[in-house]
């Protein structure tokens, strides 16, 4: 059975941390592929850094490893940082389980997000900053968002074998 936990309601102090100083959790089993990474950087640079890294007061990452590797990706010489020092051993494990989860269990409400699509589309924002692929957002509408493949795919030589872009979904033969 497990042991009851004593809730504890820290203050939350934001703190501005070298990049360099932050060091990824070992037992981190999340993983973040080039692509992800260049994703969240994109995000940040759009939207600025909102989302803090949390981390122990020895600067091992709890929460935000993708967001570290952006924002070396972006040369950004600091990031901002909540301290979990709260947190026991256990707990700061099974958050950084729990924080990569948890949003894995929900669900999108499909018809909001078309329409939240659409009206980003009226305003002429770049919907792949939202994180989604050009193929998933084409799937999402009846009219596709990109007729014209990106500038650097090379043309559809006609052959038989049909190739798909692991970053943006664009497929081509």
Same mark, same amino acid.
């Given at each position: 059975?497990?042991?009851k936990t004593k809730t504890v309601r820290p203050s939350?102090?934001?703190q501005?941390?070298?990049t360099a100083d932050l060091i990824p959790f070992a037992g981190n089993s999340r993983e973040h592929s080039d692509a992800q990474v260049s994703q969240i950087a994109a995000s940040i640079r759009e939207f600025g850094f909102l989302a803090?890294?949390?981390?122990d007061d020895d600067n091992t990452i709890i929460?935000?490893?993708g967001r570290v590797l952006a924002a070396e990706k972006l040369g950004l010489p600091k990031v901002p940082v909540v301290r979990a020092s709260h947190l026991t051993d256990a707990q700061r494990r099974a958050y950084v389980i729990a924080d990569n989860k948890l949003s894995d269990n929900s669900?999108?409400?499909f018809d909001i997000l078309r329409g939240e699509f659409d009206q980003l589309r009226e305003l002429d924002f770049d919907? !792949? =900053?939202t994180g989604f692929t050009r193929? !998933? =957002?084409?799937?999402m509408f009846d009219d596709p968002l990109y007729d014209d493949p990106p500038d650097d795919f090379p043309e559809d030589d006609g052959g038989d074998n049909t190739h798909t872009c692991p970053s943006c979904g664009y497929e081509w033969r």
């Open positions: 059975m497990p042991k939350i102090k934001l501005q941390v070298k803090p890294v949390i981390a929460a935000g490893h669900a999108f409400e919907l !792949e =900053l193929k !998933e =957002l084409d799937k």
